[in-house]
């Protein structure tokens, strides 16, 4: 597919799907290639505000947390340890925000982004929009949509008359719209559009997706190892209960998109969904007794379960390239699964999920 356009918006809710993580390789990439001029990121005033709110929630939530973890920590307060007694460092939550606040300020700054304002938006149009149930009113109008409205005009009367561009969104009003403008070309993720951008290079890029083709089991097995590699816990109200084992029964089928090319690497960004089957071992209360003076029940011995589920994983893959004899051929891969340093959460409840 050519690059029809490199104009790109980018909504709110991909950055929050990223996990307003500015520095992962999809928006790095991004920032690099508009920071040369190559793409040119539009947005409005009204995304920079939905996000800049996306992360001071974000930032409060995580410091709940923190302090939910020291409440039943408490043990490992006084450790001389320097990694635990960093987990009970005080922390400033308006520094901590105003720190995060400034990594987005630093994304739009350094991507050269165009943040437009509302100033040429035509409220008229969009009263009318909004009554006439027009995208993204639709449904039954939805009142909520009117910021989406705002941003879609706005890029509307940015554009010149010749001009178009890429809406990145999975929201069903937004592709609406687009579908209604043949100007705005709708794209489900970024890493769709800077595939299209990387793919300008055809022989390296048709090489690149014939590789993966070529080793997508070799792929899928470091895959697989990645992820039972990686701790587990079980985050269910059976108290004291352990992963035992946690075993990858499939890794399905994918799609990778080129997300940075040049003369010597290359990196693929996909989401892959992943079936498991998850062992677990803890109190056995079901054949417990219950203190009424102590109100708890005692446990004599242990017991398993098994249950099968499945995650959905971002992964990156890294290939470092040369040209020999003429020929591109790959000299080194990287795999890399995200979102596993913290460890993959199940639920295995001791009579099972359906009774909760």
């Known amino acids: 597919m050519p690059l029809q356009t490199r104009n790109v918006f980018v909504d709110t809710e991909f950055f929050v799907k990223a996990g307003l993580e500015f520095s992962s390789r999809t928006l790095q990439s991004f920032e690099n290639i508009c920071g040369k001029g190559d793409l040119n990121h ?32 408490k043990i490992l307060a006084n450790s001389n340890r320097p990694e635990i007694q960093a987990l009970f460092v005080e922390l400033n939550q308006e520094e901590i925000i105003e720190h995060a606040l400034e990594l987005f300020d630093d994304f739009l700054a350094d991507a050269n982004s165009t943040i437009l304002d509302l100033s040429q938006v035509p409220a008229d149009r969009i009263i009318g929009m909004y009554f006439d149930c027009l995208p993204p009113f639709q449904d039954g109008k939805k009142k909520h949509e009117f910021p989406d409205a705002f941003t879609l005009l706005a890029l509307e009367c940015h554009l010149q008359p010749d001009e178009s561009i890429y809406i990145v969104s999975e929201d069903t009003d937004l592709i609406e719209f687009c579908k209604t403008n043949p100007r705005f070309i709708s794209v489900d993720s970024l890493n769709k559009v800077l595939d299209i951008y990387n793919s300008h290079d055809e022989e390296r890029a048709n090489y690149i997706k014939q590789y993966i083709v070529d080793n997508v089991d070799a792929i899928k097995s470091e895959i697989q190892e990645s992820i039972e590699d990686a701790d587990a816990y079980n985050l269910s109200s059976w108290e004291d209960a352990d992963v035992d084992e946690l075993t990858v029964n499939d890794v399905h089928d994918f799609e990778s998109s080129i997300i940075q090319i040049d003369d010597e690497s290359c990196v693929l960004s996909f989401n892959v969904e992943v079936d498991y089957t998850v062992s677990v071992t803890g109190p056995d209360y079901n054949n417990g007794i219950y203190d009424k003076e102590d109100g708890r029940t005692y446990t004599f011995r242990s017991t398993s379960r098994e249950e099968t589920d499945s995650i959905n994983v971002s992964v990156e893959i890294e290939l470092s390239l040369e040209i020999v004899d003429n020929q591109f051929v790959v000299q080194e891969r990287y795999v890399n699964v995200g979102g596993l340093t913290g460890g993959i959460e199940v639920c295995v409840e001791e009579n099972g999920c359906d009774d909760y």
């Open 42 to 73: 539009i947005t409005t005033s009204i995304v920079e505000r939905e996000v800049k709110g996306k992360i001071r929630d974000s930032i409060q939530e995580s410091i709940k947390s923190v302090a939910g973890f020291r409440r039943k920590a």
